[in-house]
């Protein structure tokens, strides 16, 4: 009996799929559970328009700054060990920013529960891709754990919408102490622990600390642009200072570390800096589609925030259908052509919410380009896991996964700082000839418009993804048996 069955008799694979989806839940949660909180959260801690970015880029840089190491800190001392370490920095992350009394505290709670998401998540992906085996059962897998992973982002909209106006906006975050500790402890005592063999490494510690150094210096110089302008010192030294950082990082990865964070040659493989491209395009045209919405329903609408959270829930819809279908056909057609798909959609979608006015009706301007915007993103989730880890070792599994939500979180980050800066530059330029709502959301418009032709991109870089016939080629998707050694 080889190892890998051994482990599979003692944890059914259902109980780690759900495990895993459990978790990766959690993160992508806190993703955006915080969207509909946010003018409470305003309100009560005293941010500017501007400042209350970095509710959110707090999480997201550092979710992105150490995703990498997190993905290779699972291979390294064992997925179930770090996959329950991450659990308790996120949860513990997660009670110090509902008890936060200023905005200091917030941000600083917030920041951590990244680097605990980013410990978490890769490991969750790792554990699925060195569990399930067989194409087709992995295909499943990654399926369900794609479609609960983009219900995670979605859902948070609606549950934050009623934990603010029911509760406080606190209880975004205190909803994960209880979820962290009951998955902490069936975690705890049901994974098998597994770890790539070979040399014992190092982590490259530095490489993590330059490139979220790097990616925050280039937000922080993106935001402070609506207030200092783009040619101001302070802007020009945050940009070199992001330069300085991430040439650095690259050298450092390239030349100097022993054991890199991130091994360059890993972008020779055509379907992974394609997947990556992709991704990094496509989460930079919707991660500030919820920050929008989320203020154009509430401040120019009147929305509450339960209404708000009730009007996301055809998004959440929308993207479990996306990533089930996608998750039944990628074996057939490879993921090109599901990536151009949903590329596509998400662009229309986002073209369609530029057109959004004063008085536009939910069901006769909104409804549908929410639709289309979030079943385009859940189209695109399954075949994106797939090619960003086609023909991947178990031992290099974290490092690739790791690379692909990084690439997400960048994305992310640095699609809302920027069109967050055009919206905000666009309402201050026409607030003296229209009144303010029609302001507002004539630079939420400038900015739905911007993202579209970014998701265009997208869908233009998905042609360049490898053309798989996965049908007798299955070797190239499945994770090679016999490289990985269970710990009883």
């Known amino acids: ?22 978790a990766q839940f959690m993160v992508l949660l806190d993703v955006s559970i915080v969207n509909v909180a946010l003018p409470s959260i305003k309100h009560s801690l005293g941010f500017s328009q501007v400042e209350l970015q970095w509710v959110l880029n707090a999480y997201t840089l550092t979710f992105a700054g150490f995703l990498l190491l997190g993905g290779r800190t699972a291979d390294l001392f064992g997925r179930r060990r770090v996959f329950l370490l991450g659990l308790t920095v996120f949860t513990l992350a997660s009670l110090l920013g509902g008890l936060a009394q ?17 410990i978490l998540s ?12 067989e194409p087709r059962a992995r295909a499943r897998a990654m399926g369900m754990w794609s479609a609960v992973a983009g219900a995670g982002g979605a859902t948070g ?13 606190r209880w975004i975050l ?6 962290g500790i009951a998955t902490f402890i069936v975690g ?3 994974l098998q622990e597994s770890r790539a063999e070979g040399e014992r490494q190092t982590l490259d510690v530095l490489g993590a600390v330059l490139v979220t150094a790097g990616l925050t210096s280039l937000v922080f110089g993106v935001v402070r642009t609506t207030s200092v302008g783009w040619g101001s010192w302070q802007t020009i030294v945050a940009f070199g200072a992001a330069t300085a950082l991430i040439a650095w990082f690259l050298v450092h990865e390239g030349s100097v570390a022993k054991f890199p964070l991130m091994r360059l040659t890993l972008f020779a493989r055509r379907s992974i800096w394609t997947a990556n491209l992709v991704m990094f395009l496509l989460s930079g045209a919707l991660f500030a589609m919820w920050f929008f919405v989320s203020l154009y329903l509430q401040e120019v609408h009147g929305y509450s925030p339960l209404r708000t959270g009730f009007a996301f829930v055809p998004q959440t819809v929308a993207i479990m259908i996306g990533a089930q279908v996608s998750s039944r ?7 090109r052509p599901l990536l151009v798909l949903g590329g596509l959609l998400s662009a229309v979608g986002l073209f369609l919410f530029s057109g959004l006015g004063v008085h536009t009706g939910y069901w006769s301007g909104f409804f549908l380009p929410s639709v289309l915007v979030t079943l385009g993103l859940g189209v695109s989730f399954t075949p994106l896991a797939y090619a960003a880890t086609a023909g991947i070792p178990p031992h290099q599994a974290g490092l690739a996964s790791g690379l692909v939500n990084t690439s997400r979180q960048i994305g992310g980050a640095v699609g809302l700082a920027v069109l967050a800066a055009v919206a905000t530059t666009r309402t201050h330029d026409v607030a003296s000839a229209v009144n303010q709502l029609t302001a507002l959301t004539d630079g939420y418009g400038l900015a739905f418009r911007i993202g579209s032709v970014i998701a265009l991109a997208a869908a233009a870089a998905a042609l360049l993804v490898p053309a798989r016939s996965v049908a007798g080629r299955d070797r190239d998707w499945a994770v090679e048996p016999g490289t990985v050694r269970i710990v009883e």
């Open 1 to 22: 009996m080889t190892p890998e069955t051994s482990a599979a008799n003692h944890t059914p694979e259902w109980l780690v799929l759900t495990l895993a989806c459990v």
């Open 102 to 118: 200023d905005q200091a505290m917030l941000i600083s709670a917030r920041a951590v529960q990244g680097v605990g998401g980013a």
């Open 122 to 133: 890769p490991a969750t992906l790792t554990i699925l891709t060195t569990t399930f085996r």
């Open 157 to 169: 909209a609606l549950l934050g919408g009623i934990l603010t106006e029911e509760l406080s906006w």
């Open 174 to 179: 205190f909803i994960n102490i209880p979820i």
């Open 188 to 190: 705890r005592a049901f």
């Open 329 to 335: 056909v990628v074996l057939r057609t490879g993921p």
